[in-house]
């Protein structure tokens, strides 16, 4: 019986990922659909990744592979899916354009990575002693995607070290391993390349985004003069999500990435920042028919998951009340 499993969320993408690698050779391909609940619980708790790579029942990796330059406020469309993985303690990749041309539109020309997700995964790591590698796709000189097949190389380089440190030290006993391999200097250093010579105003991404404020909860704008069960001594983050009606993409991976850059992580009761989501333009009559429809949606489940309270139009809510 074949040893890997292959999960995928594109066959297309399954079939590129069996090909890197000698050991993938013959594995198994199956759809997420089919995944036991060892994966369904762990790294597809949040949101599903690219591949998931099961050794039988127990994953071992996860890959989000993607063309599009995370920039704005896209950067934290993915950020849940690595997350996950980062909370299980299983070696992620991320892997991904640092730049790329995009076409069309009042926005046209090259694109640059928000440094907020390098920023974000680095803590992530810290907090949860995890290993989430990002890698460059490369561009081309006129910032175009590179499709041929040089563009796996490094994928193929983090194999080769992820199979040699698995098969000695298992998951998660290679995670911490990993963070010492000259591969991962690499990368690393080909990240602060891209930021030093490629970002106009590296300095913006060092303080917060227009949607989020931190500070005491008397200094909140959405928080006065409504009731509240927040420690005035602890500072809070709000996150003023401006969608019209509940959605996911890109706002719960955004309040997860924002978790882990400005609040401590997931964990609640660790929090030194309290994390509060304001929805100026969803009333709780809104959310609460959103909930009863669709309980365990991703728009209902991850909003839950991260946020200390939510601010609606009309009311103050505090986890794990709404």
Known sequence: MPRYVIFYDSFQE???????????????????????????????????????????????LVVERTVEVPSGHNVGQRFARLAAAAQHRIPTVYFGPY????????TQGPRYMNLRLFMAIDDMNTIEDASVVTIRWPIDK???IIQTPEKDDRMREYLILFFRLYKSHGVPGMTSVLADQAFVAEQDAEEAHFIAREVANPDQYKVPPNSVEI??????????????????????????????????????????????????????????????????HIS????????ARTPHA??????RDVADGIVFVDKYVPSPDF
Not at 21 to 37: C, I, R
Not at 258 to 278: D, H, I, Q, T
Request: aromatic share 10%; net charge neutral; hydrophobic share 40%.
């Open 99 to 106: 730049s790329a041309y995009k076409h069309g539109g009042a």
């Open 284 to 291: 709780l009559e809104t959310w609460r028919a959103a909930s």
């Open 14 to 60: 399954g079939m590129w990922f069996k090909a890197l690698h000698p050991d993938l050779a013959g594995s198994v391909l199956k759809p997420f659909t089919e995944v036991p609940d060892g994966i369904k619980h762990t790294v597809l708790a949040y949101d599903r990744p690219d591949i998931v790579l099961a050794d039988g029942d127990e994953p071992i």
């Open 215 to 280: 500070g005491p909860p008397s200094a909140m704008a959405c928080l006065k003069g409504v009731a509240h069960n927040l420690d005035p001594r602890v500072d809070v983050l709000v996150y003023n999500v401006g969608m019209r009606q509940i959605r996911s993409d890109p706002y719960t991976g955004m309040a997860i990435l924002y978790a882990y850059l400005y609040s401590g992580g997931m964990r609640k009761e660790e929090r030194k920042v309290k994390l509060v989501l304001w929805f100026p």
């Open 298 to 303: 991703k728009q209902i489940r991850l909003y």
């Open 142 to 144: 006129d910032f175009e």
